[in-house]
């Protein structure tokens, strides 16, 4: 066993890097021609139907300005109600010619249920479904004295995604519509003292990858796996291994999706 171990320790580099010589020049080719064909044959979203979780701030906010820019018409959820009025403003100002707002909590499944009914009830349909509604724990693993209170990370940023998704999954069947996750590089690439946060990632990953196949062509699925970007959490706000929001002024202004 030794011996193998030693000849892979010899050999495996000198393949690998060849490999990568080999393989990534035409992955990096037909991504760059991806692209290209990606541009020109955009999605109108000109009057299309978006519901975004988690649009108070950070990524789910830009999304927000980004879809309204096009044209798009929004349904916009999170739990700070005055700040996600700020944000449908500023996306009406935008160009969004129809904006509605619901209140809500994506980790109770009769909230998620009440978002995609609020929706359909508003516009009476859906076109896209942006699963970005996310929190996170900062603390060593062993540093949890109540390991049951790190259950909201998977409530929120798993359970909510899929809450939600089955809730819509009939009205974006109806429209080929299309679902779009916010996992992050953390799902394979983790961090010490984010385990929870890395655990919920890499489940929406898998459980997604799971559900592209399922649906075949029906529903599209775009999974997001950002790295590091500047949004609130990075700010310094996070959840404590006690479950209380946190303000550290030594955090710094990056952190994890």
């Known amino acids: 066993m030794e011996l193998i171990n030693d000849f892979l ?40 139907v978006v519901l975004i979780t988690g ?68 516009f ?38 899929v809450y939600t998704t089955r809730a819509a999954l009939p009205y974006l069947r109806q429209s080929n519509g299309k679902i779009v996750v916010m996992s992050s590089s953390a799902a394979w690439l983790t961090a010490p003292r984010m385990s929870f946060y890395n655990a919920s990632k890499a489940a929406l990953l898998n459980f997604f990858e799971t559900l592209r196949i399922e649906l075949g062509g029906d529903v599209h699925i775009t999974i997001v796996t950002p790295g590091y970007t500047q949004f609130e959490l990075a700010q310094g706000k996070y959840f404590s291994a006690e479950g209380e929001l946190v303000v550290d002024q030594d955090v710094r202004d990056v952190s994890q999706s």
């Open 55 to 122: 649009a108070s701030s950070g990524i789910g906010e830009r999304l927000a300005y980004e879809y309204a820019s096009k044209g798009a018409c929004l349904a916009l959820t999170a739990l700070r109600k005055n700040r996600l009025e700020e944000v449908a403003e500023i996306a009406r100002e935008v160009g969004s010619p129809n904006v509605v707002t619901v209140h809500a909590d994506v980790s109770k499944p009769d909230d998620c249920r009440r978002i995609v009914d609020e929706t359909i009830s508003h």
């Open 124 to 161: 009476g349909r859906l076109d896209h479904l942006v699963n970005n509604a996310g929190i996170t724990k900062i603390s060593m693993f062993e540093n949890f004295e109540e390991i049951t209170r790190t259950r909201s990370v998977m409530d929120t940023n798993f359970w909510g995604s």
């Open 9 to 48: 320790n010899l050999t495996a580099p000198f393949f690998t890097f060849f490999g990568l010589c080999f393989f990534l020049p035409p992955f990096i080719f037909f991504k760059f021609l991806q692209s290209i064909f990606s541009t020109i044959f955009c999605e109108n979203l000109n009057g299309k």
